[in-house]
């Protein structure tokens, strides 16, 4: 390829990167509010977030994105440009998934955590706070990590709309070209590569999270000597 085509490769690049991380950011709020109230204690509020929850899980990722591109502005009169109505709906969408993860790591935390907190009078934002989110996060780890290569390969949908992303950079070299081996070769090498550098860095937060967690005692550490008691065998 010229110059000029790998120039639109890499902006190409460029472009998903950022819908990666605007949707990333708006999926990971959309998981914590939903997944925290899918726990809370009112049922109207476990009712609104678990209704969100089935609708975005049931509903098409690329059809949601025709639907906030297209059908949002004749409703509603908000056009969005491409890069937004793309991280709306994707950051909806697998935000949903994520509620998921985050109220099955809250309700896998010891109902005994719980009542230590009732007991030492916490109210319920600092129990969740203080005791269940730190338990918690780091068990959501290895599943969100998934959700975010998930995501990546999710931004190839916002092609659709003609925004200038890594895909729809990729169809117009081949256009050019009229080569499909070579450059889809290249498109999917540049995936793995960015997905292989996220999960590196997700498996280095989980380990940062879960240092002090669960560690082996110190070897130079010995057992107590028994008591003997005279007289008692």
């Known amino acids: ?47 609104l977030a678990g209704f969100y929850t089935e609708v975005f899980r049931g509903t098409s990722a690329l059809v949601m994105i025709f639907w906030v591109f297209f059908v949002l502005p004749v409703a509603f009169g908000w056009q969005l440009v491409p890069m937004w109505a793309g991280t709306l709906a994707l950051g909806l969408t697998y935000g949903a998934y994520g509620s998921e993860i985050v109220r099955g ?57 003609g925004m200038g992303d890594l895909t729809f950079s990729a169809n117009l070299v081949r256009l050019a070209l009229q080569e499909s081996a070579e450059i889809y070769t290249y498109i999917l090498f540049i995936y793995f590569v960015i997905a292989f550098l996220l999960t590196r860095v997700m498996r280095g937060l989980e380990k940062k999270l879960k240092a002090g967690v669960g560690k082996k005692p110190d070897r130079k550490t010995r057992a107590p000597e028994p008591v003997v008691i005279e007289g008692v065998r």
């Not at 269940?132 to 290895?142: F, G, K």
């Open 105 to 161: 790591a809250l309700s896998a935390v010891d109902p005994a955590q719980q009542e230590g907190g009732i007991a030492l009078s916490f109210t319920p934002w600092q129990r969740l706070r203080l005791i269940l989110l730190p338990q918690a996060v780091p068990e959501m780890i290895p599943p969100f990590s998934n959700l975010l290569i998930e995501l990546l390969k999710g931004t190839a949908l916002v092609s659709i709309t």
């Open 1 to 47: 390829m010229t110059s000029g085509l790998w120039e639109l490769v890499l902006k190409g690049v460029w472009t998903t990167v950022q819908l990666l991380f605007f949707s990333a950011l708006l999926g990971a709020a959309v998981s914590f509010m939903v997944g925290i109230a899918r726990s809370h204690r009112l049922r109207v509020v476990r009712f």
